[in-house]
């Protein structure tokens, strides 16, 4: 129980700590002379945050105890965490961006199929009532989605031997991802989308474009790779992104809106 609690402590610290970062970067943006990189106008209310942390903490009990399991089964044989420092780092550079690879694919697949008519209410419906995100959305899922997205560890370890070294970047990783995907605010040059590189990278506007409505666009979480093949990236998603980073002022609010 003990080395479950301090799993626990560890990851709540670790989510506060870049929400509230990516939360502060946000916030001097929108006051700032890059106002307009703000993609939509409205904001979260104060109802919003406090169910984003509150669901986000009940979920990090679920992806907790996946570390844990991990932990536990690695002590007992039937996980594979290498924890002796036995790779190089080419070696783990391979595996981390393997296992950055198959993440997206598994969270495109389980993402795409949380929205099928059936499923959303049941698994999605949750993250998707920040409808203005904040960081702090990063982990506000049901917990039936949270369970789905935290059987990917177990899942993996159990087929791949991964160093304790990858396992921490790519912890810090995701959550650096997640969070700057939930601010509202574009901090990518104009030319990421034209960027042969980048542009199989998401951004926080391919993301925020999913937010805004667009259930049945933008699945990916890392890459690009499985939304344009399947044809579920938004059409006018490079349009979009374009427009919001050369922009000088943001998009006034309408009427009716939070701002």
């Given at each position: 129980?003990?080395?479950?609690?301090l799993?626990?402590?560890?990851r709540?610290?670790?989510?506060?700590?870049?929400?509230?970062?990516?939360?502060?970067?946000?916030?001097?943006?929108?006051?700032?002379r890059m106002?307009?990189?703000?993609?939509?106008?409205g904001?979260?209310?104060?109802?919003?945050?406090?169910r984003?942390?509150?669901?986000?903490l009940?979920?990090?009990?679920?992806?907790?105890?996946?570390?844990?399991?991990?932990?536990?089964?690695?002590?007992?044989?039937?996980?594979?965490?290498?924890?002796?420092?036995s790779?190089?780092?080419?070696?783990?550079?391979?595996?981390?961006s393997?296992?950055?690879?198959?993440?997206?694919t598994?969270?495109?697949?389980?993402?795409?199929w949380?929205?099928?008519?059936?499923?959303?209410?049941?698994?999605?419906?949750?993250?998707h009532?920040?409808?203005?995100?904040?960081?702090?959305?990063?982990?506000?899922?049901d917990?039936?989605?949270?369970?789905?997205?935290?059987?990917?560890?177990?899942?993996?370890?159990?087929?791949?031997?991964?160093?304790?070294?990858?396992?921490?970047?790519?912890?810090?990783f995701?959550?650096?991802?997640?969070?700057?995907?939930?601010?509202?605010?574009?901090?990518?040059p104009?030319?990421?989308?034209?960027?042969?590189?980048?542009?199989?990278?998401?951004?926080?506007?391919?993301?925020?474009?999913?937010?805004?409505?667009h259930?049945?666009?933008?699945y990916?979480?890392?890459?690009t790779?499985?939304?344009?093949?399947?044809?579920?990236?938004?059409?006018?998603?490079?349009?979009?992104?374009r427009?919001?980073?050369?922009?000088?002022?943001?998009?006034?609010?309408?009427?009716?809106?939070?701002a």
């Amino acid at each position: 129980m003990e080395e479950f609690l301090l799993i626990f402590e560890g990851r709540t610290v670790l989510y506060f700590v870049f929400a509230g970062a990516a939360w502060l970067l946000a916030l001097a943006i929108r006051r700032s002379r890059m106002e307009g990189r703000v993609i939509r106008p409205g904001i979260a209310r104060g109802e919003d945050y406090k169910r984003e942390i509150v669901q986000s903490l009940l979920c990090l009990v679920i992806f907790s105890l996946s570390a844990f399991i991990v932990i536990k089964g690695t002590s007992g044989g039937w996980m594979h965490l290498d924890t002796k420092g036995s790779y190089g780092v080419i070696e783990c550079v391979v595996i981390f961006s393997l296992m950055l690879v198959v993440h997206d694919t598994y969270f495109y697949w389980t993402h795409r199929w949380f929205h099928r008519p059936g499923v959303f209410r049941h698994f999605h419906k949750t993250h998707h009532k920040s409808v203005h995100p904040t960081p702090f959305a990063s982990y506000s899922f049901d917990l039936s989605e949270a369970v789905v997205n935290s059987a990917f560890f177990p899942l993996w370890f159990a087929l791949v031997t991964t160093p304790a070294v990858v396992v921490q970047v790519f912890v810090l990783f995701a959550l650096v991802r997640n969070v700057l995907g939930h601010t509202g605010v574009e901090i990518l040059p104009r030319w990421t989308v034209d960027n042969i590189i980048l542009d199989q990278f998401t951004t926080t506007t391919h993301h925020d474009l999913h937010h805004s409505g667009h259930f049945r666009h933008n699945y990916g979480l890392y890459f690009t790779w499985w939304d344009r093949p399947m044809k579920t990236e938004h059409p006018k998603y490079k349009q979009v992104f374009r427009e919001v980073t050369s922009r000088e002022h943001p998009v006034p609010a309408q009427r009716g809106t939070t701002a």
